[in-house]
C-alpha cells in the first residue's frame, strides 16, 4: 500500500480516465466510488429540472448511497479525491464517501473534471463533510491530459 490514494467518482468515465493517469503517475493505490444505484443517462441530464443529478444537487443535505464502503483509508496520508463538476460543486456523493471514513489528519487534494465550470465552492461545501482533514482546492483537468502532466503536477504539490 501507497501513502497516497486516488478515490474518484466518475459518472461518465471522464474523470475516471483522469483518476488512472494520477494513479500511474503519482504511483498511488486507486479506488472508485460508486453509487448504490448507478446514474443514467437520464439521471444525468441538468437540463431537466426532475431529473436524479438536478434533485440531488438542489438538496444540499442529499447523500447518495454507496455501493460499498471498502476504500483503505487509514494507511494513506494524501488522498486525491477526484470528482466531475456539478453545479460548481462536487456531487453529494463526495459527501457521503467523506462522512463514511475518518479523514482526521488526512490530507486531501480535490481535483475534477469539468465542461467548463470552475471549482466553485467546492472545497467549502466538502469541508463540513471531513472535519480534521486538511482539503485543498487542487486542478481542473481535461480527460485528455497526459500522466507526464499529472506527474508534473503532483511534483508541484511537493508530492
Do not use: C
Not at 70 to 88: K, R, T
Request: glycine share 10%.
Amino acid at each position: 500500500m501507497s501513502g497516497k490514494l486516488v478515490a474518484y467518482f466518475s459518472a461518465s468515465g471522464v474523470t475516471g480516465s483522469v483518476a488512472k493517469k494520477l494513479a500511474e503517475a503519482t504511483g498511488a493505490d486507486i479506488y472508485e466510488i460508486r453509487p448504490a444505484v448507478k446514474y443514467t443517462s437520464a439521471d444525468l441530464n441538468w437540463q431537466n429540472s426532475n431529473s436524479r443529478s438536478s434533485v440531488e444537487m438542489r438538496n444540499k443535505s442529499s447523500r447518495p448511497e454507496l455501493a460499498d464502503k471498502n476504500a483503505e483509508i487509514s494507511g494513506h496520508d494524501v488522498i486525491f479525491l477526484g470528482f466531475p463538476i456539478w453545479w460548481y460543486v462536487a456531487p453529494t456523493i463526495i459527501n457521503t464517501f467523506l462522512e463514511a471514513y475518518d479523514f482526521n489528519g488526512k490530507k486531501i487534494i480535490l481535483f475534477a473534471t469539468s465542461g467548463g465550470s470552475g471549482f466553485g465552492k467546492a472545497v467549502d461545501g466538502l469541508k463540513p463533510s471531513a472535519p480534521g482533514a486538511d482539503i485543498q482546492e487542487g486542478k481542473l483537468f481535461r480527460s485528455s491530459v497526459s500522466v507526464n502532466e499529472l506527474k508534473k503536477w503532483a511534483e508541484s504539490l511537493g508530492l
